[in-house]
C-alpha cells in the first residue's frame, strides 16, 4: 500500500469514527415508545370481571386484556380459550410475583374481595405494574396509606374504580354543582342499594370486607360528595341495622343511614342498604333541585333540573370501558389519574366514621 492510499484508508476510518461519534442516535437516544395500547391483567375472576370488565376490554380503545390471575385452573382454562391469552400471561396466586417479568403486562386490575386488596396492590406495584383498585379501596384508612404508598414508591399510578365519575350524566350534575349554576348547594339526599339473597358471597363475611357500608355505602358516600362539591366535616349521626340477622352476623351491617355535615351547614342524608332496592341522589341548591334516578347503576342514568332534562344514552362503549381508557391515557401521557387512591381513602375515612358513630351514639369529626 502506497503512502497515498494509506492516507484515504485512515482518513475514511477517521471519518466513519466522526460520524458514529455524533450521530443523532447515539447523541440523543430515541425515547422509549410507548405503547400504542397497555395490556391489562385481571386479578380475580368473579362476577365484575368476568361479566363486566373483561366484556369492557373488548371496547376499549387505549388498553386491552393481556392477563390474568385466578385460583380456579378450570377458570384459566375457559378465559384462554375465550380471550385467546397466552399461557405465560396467567397467573395463579402463587405465581403473581413473577408478572415483574412480563413486559406484555402494564397494569394490574386488582377484582378481588375487599380484605385482599391491599395484599395485591402493594405486590403489584412492588413488581412495577401500574394499578387499578375496584371499590371499596381497603378494609381501613391504615390500609389505603399503605397502597398509596407503595405506589408512590414505586413510581407508579394508583386509580381506584370509581367508574361514575368517568361517565357523562354524572360529569353534568357535578358541573352544574361546581360552577353555581343553580346557585349554592344547600342539601343532599343519596340513597344506594339492592337486596341480596346471598348468604356466603364476601359482602356477607365481616372479615373479608363485606356490610353494606363497605360496597353500596360507597356509592351513597360519593353521591353526597360529589353532589355537594365539598368534603364532610363530621358525621353527625349514624344507625346500623338488619332484619337477617341470620346472615348479617357479628355486628355486620344489613342497612345503614347517616347525616353528613358539610361545611357552611350543608346537610346530606345518606342510605344505603342490602335489602331494599333504592337509587336516588337529590341535590336541593337555591335555585331548585338536580333529581337523578337512577344516580348508580351501570346504565340507564338519567336525571332532570330547572336547567333541562341530565340524560345521555350509551351502550358502547360501557362506564366501566370509559373509566379504563381513561386511566389508560393518563398513564400513556404522564399525568395524573382522574380517581387516584385518594380518593378511594377519602370514603373508607367516612365509613370507619360511620361505623363509629353507629356504634357510640355520638357525632364523629372527620
Avoid at 341470620?246 to 345518606?270: C, H, N, S
Wanted: hydrophobic residues 35%; positive net charge.
Amino acid at each position: 500500500m502506497n503512502i497515498i492510499s494509506r492516507r484515504k484508508v485512515i482518513k475514511s476510518i477517521a471519518l466513519g469514527g466522526a460520524a458514529i461519534l455524533y450521530s443523532p442516535k447515539i447523541l440523543f437516544p430515541a425515547t422509549p415508545r410507548v405503547k400504542d395500547r397497555l395490556g391489562v391483567a385481571l386479578v380475580g375472576l368473579g362476577y365484575y370481571s368476568t361479566d363486566l370488565l373483561a366484556p369492557a376490554l373488548q371496547q376499549t380503545k387505549e388498553c386491552y386484556l393481556a392477563g390474568i390471575v385466578t385460583g380456579t385452573p378450570s377458570k384459566a382454562e375457559a378465559w384462554k380459550q375465550k380471550y385467546n391469552i397466552p399461557d405465560k400471561n396467567i397467573y395463579n396466586y402463587q405465581t403473581f410475583d413473577q408478572i415483574a417479568n412480563n413486559p406484555d403486562i402494564d397494569v394490574v386490575y386488582v377484582v378481588l374481595p375487599p380484605s385482599m386488596h391491599r395484599e395485591y396492590v402493594i405486590r403489584a406495584a412492588n413488581a412495577g405494574k401500574h394499578v387499578w383498585c375496584e371499590k371499596p379501596m381497603a378494609m381501613s384508612v391504615q390500609e389505603c396509606r399503605d397502597m398509596i404508598d407503595a405506589c408512590n414508591k414505586n413510581k407508579r399510578s394508583l386509580a381506584i374504580g370509581y367508574r361514575l365519575q368517568h361517565e357523562p350524566n354524572t360529569m353534568q350534575y357535578r358541573d352544574i354543582v361546581k360552577q353555581h349554576q343553580l346557585g349554592k348547594v344547600k342539601k343532599v339526599n343519596a340513597a344506594a342499594g339492592y337486596r341480596d339473597n346471598r348468604t356466603n358471597h364476601w359482602k356477607q363475611i365481616k372479615a373479608m370486607g363485606g356490610g353494606v357500608m363497605y360496597d353500596m355505602g360507597v356509592y351513597a358516600i360519593q353521591g353526597a360528595r360529589l353532589g355537594t362539591g365539598m368534603e364532610p366535616l363530621s358525621i353527625i349521626s349514624a344507625k346500623t341495622s338488619t332484619t337477617r340477622p341470620e346472615i348479617y352476623k357479628d355486628g355486620l351491617d344489613e342497612t345503614a343511614v347517616a347525616v353528613l355535615e358539610f361545611p357552611g351547614g350543608v346537610l346530606a342524608d345518606i342510605k344505603t342498604s342490602f335489602g331494599e332496592n333504592i337509587n336516588f341522589l337529590d341535590i336541593t341548591c337555591e335555585k331548585g333541585s338536580i333529581n337523578m334516578a337512577p344516580y348508580s347503576a351501570y346504565n340507564g342514568l338519567k336525571g332532570k333540573s330547572p336547567l333541562g332534562e341530565i340524560y345521555h344514552p350509551y351502550e358502547v362503549p360501557w362506564q366501566q370501558a370509559r373509566q379504563m381508557d381513561d386511566d389508560a391515557k393518563s398513564i400513556k401521557a404522564g399525568k395524573p389519574m382522574m380517581v387516584p387512591g385518594e380518593e378511594g381513602l377519602r370514603d373508607i375515612r367516612i365509613v370507619e366514621a360511620v361505623h363509629k358513630s353507629a356504634n357510640t351514639g355520638s357525632a364523629v369529626k372527620l
